[in-house]
């Protein structure tokens, strides 16, 4: 006989765990099946490994910088020792978040499931078929390969967190944030490293002053940006794979890395058997319950192509649980989400870029520029940028942009106010914190341009 659950909650990242637990301590049974690692992409081979990656590279600037502050530095650099406390600190997590299923009364099956029907999944490695009230999918998403010639010789992310040696130069292709992370982090561990994109600047979508604030620190850490130019074949070469761009160079490389999108993980999971439709872009069509085409079908997170980050899969996997298993109907907010480039240097971001705000109405536009005071000791020629931009009449702040040392923490305080539609008055309420980059936030007095009706002035 099948066993029954209330939840049967397919992919133990980011969005499922948190719908598991939620769905468990409201006294749900709840099963979770994960085919990989418990975690997800968050925990095992995303953010979290990424940012630990972030802070191992960052030690060659601050090395340089600390020269100035009077430091001799004699500093080797150990892979494989980064990789090993990588990978203890991970097996950590995996356990804290096992554990944290395991609280409440989650069952957790380690195996591949698929959908059989509206209320049925099956385990494929044992053939058990589980009956259920509701199914969440929580598969996340995958790295997107070009089908080119040679492609299995690249990497994608999954594959650059555990490298066995670190290559003499890499190859990345791509223009979002996957790509530009993972440049600085290879750079400043001080691989000979090169970015290859189709557009024309990277970080398509982002504020144009972030754009290029950022291809301006990228280069000045060495790092070579080639633009409107695709890969076309890998080859190998000995022991470099040799690659032909879409405009006929040839150039060998150490390692080359995709990071050309990622795509939903829907394939293969029996959706059309239950009914459940796909957006055109390939993700589950949710409604703002993230309740499928089949009512008694949920979908949070990557797969339902929102907003790819974490904690937007973590809001919509709890307010999933809030709704089916507390009487508790709550819908996500999308449409202010702060978030980061944990490149070198640093974006963070939060609201309408300029461009965007220009389109709603009259706005106006504070922005500083200057040189971080950690660097003033030093050489180190890197600018900082914060932008404020609030609308012209009554001066709700629309959006906050920062690249620099600290942005990204910075602009988490900066979403709080603007959550609660702060106006440029209240952030000339708040009284500056010196000597620190943040103060500039609260200290702008008049616009440094302004839009009026489209037009910059
Ligand atoms: P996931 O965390 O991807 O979890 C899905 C799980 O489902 C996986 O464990 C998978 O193995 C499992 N699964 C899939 N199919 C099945 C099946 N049929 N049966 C059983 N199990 C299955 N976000 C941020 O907010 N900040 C960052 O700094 C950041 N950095 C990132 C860096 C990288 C390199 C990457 C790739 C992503 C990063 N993200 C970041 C995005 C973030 O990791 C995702 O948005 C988040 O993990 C999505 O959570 P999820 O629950 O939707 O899916």
Request: one cysteine or more; aromatic letters at 8%; glycine letters at 10%.
């Amino acid at each position: 006989m099948s066993r029954t659950f209330d939840l049967v909650v397919i992919g133990a990242g980011s969005g499922g765990v948190r719908a598991a637990r939620m769905a468990a301590s409201y006294g749900a049974k709840t099963v979770i099946i994960e085919e990989y690692r418990v975690g997800g992409t968050c925990v095992i081979r995303g953010c979290v490994p990424k940012k630990l990656f972030v802070y191992a590279s960052r030690f060659s600037d601050l090395f340089d910088v600390a020269q100035s502050f009077g430091w001799q530095v004699d500093a080797r650099f150990d892979w494989p020792t980064l990789v090993a406390n990588k990978d203890k600190e991970i097996a950590r997590l995996e356990a804290a978040y096992t554990a944290g299923l395991e609280k409440p009364g989650v069952e957790i099956i380690h195996d591949r499931a698929v959908v059989t029907g509206p209320n049925s999944v099956r385990i494929v490695g044992t053939g058990e078929v589980l009956e259920a009230k509701h199914i969440l999918i929580a598969t996340g998403g995958h790295p997107k390969i070009p089908n080119i010639p040679g492609a299995e010789l690249g990497i994608s992310s999954n594959e650059a967190f555990d490298l066995k040696t670190l290559p003499h130069s890499i190859l990345i292709e791509g223009g979002g944030y996957i790509a530009v992370e993972f440049a600085t982090i290879f750079a400043g561990l001080g691989v000979h490293t090169t970015i290859i994109y189709r557009g024309d600047c990277l970080l398509r979508g982002f504020d144009e002053d972030m754009r290029h604030g950022l291809e301006a620190g990228l280069q000045t850490r060495g790092i070579k940006l080639i633009y409107q130019t695709t890969i076309a074949s890998l080859k190998q070469q000995g022991a470099d794979i040799s690659v032909t761009f879409s405009d006929g160079v040839v150039a060998p490389f150490g390692a080359v890395m995709f990071a050309t999108g990622r795509a939903p993980n829907v394939r293969g999971l029996g959706l059309e058997t239950a009914g459940v439709e796909l957006t055109h872009a390939g993700a589950i069509k949710v409604d703002k319950y993230s309740q499928t085409t089949t009512p008694s079908i949920y979908a949070v997170g990557d797969v339902t192509g929102r907003a790819a980050l974490t904690p937007v899969a973590i809001r919509e996997g709890w307010y999933f649980a809030e709704t089916v298993f507390n009487n508790n109907p709550l819908a996500v907010d999308h449409s202010l989400i702060p978030t980061a480039v944990f490149a070198e240097p640093e974006i963070g971001v939060v609201g309408l870029t300029e461009i965007e705000a220009a389109t709603h109405g009259n706005i106006d536009v504070y922005v500083a520029r200057f040189r971080p005071m950690i660097n003033t000791l030093s050489t180190k020629s890197d600018r900082m940028i914060l932008k404020l931009i609030t609308e012209a009449d009554e001066g709700k702040v629309l959006g906050c942009h920062i690249l620099g040392p600290g942005a990204a923490e910075m602009i988490q305080l900066v979403a709080l106010p603007m959550a609660m539609n702060a106006t440029k008055k209240d952030f000339d309420r708040t009284i500056a914190l010196h000597p620190s980059a943040a103060e500039e936030l609260v200290t702008f007095k008049a616009p440094t341009y302004r839009y009026r009706n489209g037009v910059k002035v």
